[in-house]
């Protein structure tokens, strides 16, 4: 297994530091809004590789934060006049139904800031015991010049940084590039007593403590989205290996950008999405098989023309696993045929293709071509005369490959009553050639929302 590693600009062979085990924090939201569609590429691409991961037999850790006190959630709470837990308890709860939806689930760790305040004192402590932050009127900053191997994760050098990166410019500190790591308390602000005084973690801090307190001192991947490589992730790489003398992480993964109409996501354009506004046309289904029909370190451009293409992409493979299913109800048990053997011999080879392609640094793009490669197969050598046994094997392959991304989870739906027995009249009709009932019926049945097939393999339906 293979993957690019943002740290060295190249595909690595994939080593675990504990064999079996994978150790992996990706960075998670700032809960003071609904998350966008940008921030859901990212939350299922890490959803996706731990999926993966397990599929491949490892143990897996994952832990992905919750930011619940910071300037916008302050804000926010200012603006709706409650207090800033209220805000990132709401917003918090929010996220896991958004994510859910998407078929996102949860990590096996969600720290809060708030909740590891005494972790993230103990680090800048011993950030400063040794000599690496410093001071000033409550503030505690990190002193970027007493790191040496700063910019190596972002490819810049110090110079580069102070001349053309965007930092808030403090005459208090030594050097422009040197970052927060504690804030004093200002008025009507959440605040904590820390050896500096009252105040609140800055950003990057929090990330190295529970990172630390979760996974231990080194992990095998940190990730999240590109915008993060700076300053996030270089500040968080600086202070974790300058207060541990050892790598933060092995492997660090990051997600292309998503752009939408090939214009930046931004909400003065009016382009600027969540799930939950998607769901208004799309079943979220869709927007994951979209997103992972893409490899996840490229751009994704998002238009409505896109999303329709990866709504018939994903009912195709619906149509198959349905097609599937309606011959393993109708099939009879019988010995399996030789030239079922023949075929079933060769399903095999789709799942070592599907491994190949997502051994590569994670190429869903890839598999689910796969996927689809196995589709045009089942549907060539399939027919109503297949035996129970072959059909099962087809359709648990399907479901094992397209399970490890989180696609086609969806039940069949039970129709009522009352229009399975329109269905079966409808059938009725057709035998007896009475073909004047039987468009009668079929009319009824679309007024109730319900569309009618008539295929090879018997009558199918679907709700409009």
Same mark, same amino acid.
Not at 129 to 149: H, I, L, P, T
Not at 184 to 196: F, L, Q, Y
Not at 425 to 450: F, S, V
């Given at each position: 297994?293979?993957?690019?590693?943002?740290?060295?600009?190249?595909?690595?062979?994939?080593?675990?530091?504990?064999?079996?085990?994978?150790?992996?924090?990706?960075?998670?939201?700032?809960?003071?809004?609904?998350?966008?569609?940008?921030?859901?590429?990212?939350?299922?691409?890490?959803?996706?590789?731990?999926?993966?991961?397990?599929?491949?037999?490892?143990?897996?850790?994952?832990?992905?934060?919750?930011?619940?006190?910071?300037?916008?959630?302050?804000?926010?709470?200012?603006?709706?006049?409650?207090?800033?837990?209220?805000?990132?308890?709401?917003?918090?709860?929010?996220?896991?139904?958004?994510?859910?939806?998407?078929?996102?689930?949860?990590?096996?760790?969600?720290?809060?800031?708030?909740?590891?305040?005494?972790? #993230?004192?103990?680090?800048?402590?011993?950030?400063?015991?040794?000599?690496?932050?410093?001071?000033?009127?409550?503030?505690?900053?990190?002193?970027?010049?007493?790191?040496?191997?700063?910019?190596?994760?972002?490819?810049?050098?110090?110079?580069?940084?102070?001349?053309?990166?965007?930092?808030?410019?403090?005459?208090?500190?030594?050097?422009?590039?040197?970052?927060?790591?504690?804030?004093?308390?200002?008025?009507?602000?959440?605040?904590?007593?820390?050896?500096?005084?009252?105040?609140?973690?800055?950003?990057?801090?929090?990330?190295?403590?529970?990172?630390?307190?979760?996974?231990?001192?080194?992990?095998?991947?940190?990730?999240?989205?590109?915008?993060?490589?700076?300053?996030?992730?270089?500040?968080?790489?600086?202070?974790?290996?300058?207060?541990?003398?050892?790598?933060?992480?092995?492997?660090?993964?990051?997600?292309?950008?998503?752009?939408?109409?090939?214009?930046?996501?931004?909400?003065?354009?009016?382009?600027?999405?969540?799930?939950?506004?998607?769901?208004?046309?799309?079943?979220?289904?869709?927007?994951?098989?979209?997103?992972?029909?893409?490899?996840?370190?490229?751009?994704?451009?998002?238009?409505?023309?896109?999303?329709?293409?990866?709504?018939?992409?994903?009912?195709?493979?619906?149509?198959?696993?349905?097609?599937?299913?309606?011959?393993?109800?109708?099939?009879?048990?019988?010995?399996?045929?030789?030239?079922?053997?023949?075929?079933?011999?060769?399903?095999?080879?789709?799942?070592?293709?599907?491994?190949?392609?997502?051994?590569?640094?994670?190429?869903?793009?890839?598999?689910?071509?796969?996927?689809?490669?196995?589709?045009?197969? #089942?549907?060539?050598? #399939?027919?109503?005369?297949?035996?129970?046994?072959?059909?099962?094997?087809?359709?648990?392959?399907?479901?094992?490959?397209?399970?490890?991304?989180?696609?086609?989870?969806?039940?069949?739906?039970?129709?009522?009553?009352?229009?399975?027995?329109?269905?079966?009249?409808?059938?009725?009709?057709?035998?007896?050639?009475?073909?004047?009932?039987?468009?009668?019926?079929?009319?009824?049945?679309?007024?109730?929302?319900?569309?009618?097939?008539?295929?090879?393999?018997?009558?199918?339906?679907?709700?409009?």
């Amino acid at each position: 297994m293979k993957l690019y590693n943002t740290l060295t600009r190249k595909k690595e062979t994939f080593v675990p530091i504990v064999p079996g085990e994978i150790k992996m924090y990706a960075c998670g939201p700032t809960v003071y809004n609904y998350f966008h569609i940008g921030n859901a590429r990212t939350f299922m691409t890490f959803d996706g590789m731990r999926r993966y991961f397990q599929y491949r037999g490892y143990r897996v850790t994952f832990v992905q934060n919750f930011t619940d006190i910071d300037d916008k959630i302050i804000q926010k709470a200012q603006e709706e006049n409650i207090s800033p837990k209220e805000v990132s308890e709401k917003y918090i709860r929010e996220y896991f139904q958004d994510a859910e939806s998407l078929g996102i689930q949860k990590a096996d760790f969600h720290p809060k800031v708030t909740e590891n305040i005494s972790e #993230i004192i103990s680090f800048i402590q011993s950030l400063q015991d040794k000599g690496y932050a410093y001071e000033v009127k409550g503030d505690v900053y990190f002193d970027v010049d007493k790191f040496n191997g700063y910019g190596k994760l972002s490819k810049q050098s110090i110079d580069d940084l102070q001349s053309g990166a965007r930092i808030e410019v403090n005459e208090e500190k030594k050097s422009p590039l040197d970052f927060v790591l504690w804030k004093s308390a200002k008025e009507n602000e959440p605040s904590w007593e820390s050896p500096w005084g009252e105040g609140r973690p800055g950003w990057h801090i929090e990330c190295s403590a529970m990172a630390k307190k979760y996974l231990g001192e080194t992990i095998d991947i940190h990730g999240g989205g590109g915008d993060l490589v700076f300053p996030h992730h270089e500040n968080e790489l600086a202070q974790t290996e300058a207060a541990q003398d050892k790598p933060f992480a092995n492997y660090w993964v990051h997600v292309g950008y998503l752009n939408v109409d090939n214009k930046k996501m931004s909400k003065s354009l009016n382009n600027f999405f969540t799930p939950r506004d998607i769901s208004r046309e799309y079943d979220l289904e869709v927007i994951r098989f979209f997103m992972f029909s893409a490899h996840y370190r490229n751009p994704i451009n998002f238009s409505k023309e896109l999303v329709e293409a990866a709504k018939n992409g994903l009912d195709r493979l619906y149509n198959s696993k349905e097609n599937l299913e309606h011959l393993i109800e109708n099939a009879k048990d019988k010995e399996i045929k030789a030239i079922e053997k023949e075929w079933i011999g060769k399903l095999p080879d789709f799942r070592d293709s599907y491994v190949k392609a997502m051994d590569d640094d994670f190429n869903t793009a890839d598999g689910i071509a796969v996927l689809f490669d196995l589709v045009r197969f #089942i549907n060539s050598n #399939i027919s109503p005369e297949s035996s129970r046994a072959a059909l099962n094997t087809a359709y648990e392959l399907l479901l094992e490959l397209a399970g490890v991304l989180g696609l086609l989870n969806k039940r069949k739906e039970i129709l009522n009553t009352e229009i399975e027995e329109l269905i079966d009249k409808r059938q009725q009709a057709r035998k007896e050639k009475n073909y004047q009932l039987a468009d009668e019926i079929r009319n009824q049945l679309k007024e109730r929302g319900i569309v009618l097939e008539d295929t090879p393999q018997g009558v199918k339906w679907k709700r409009l």
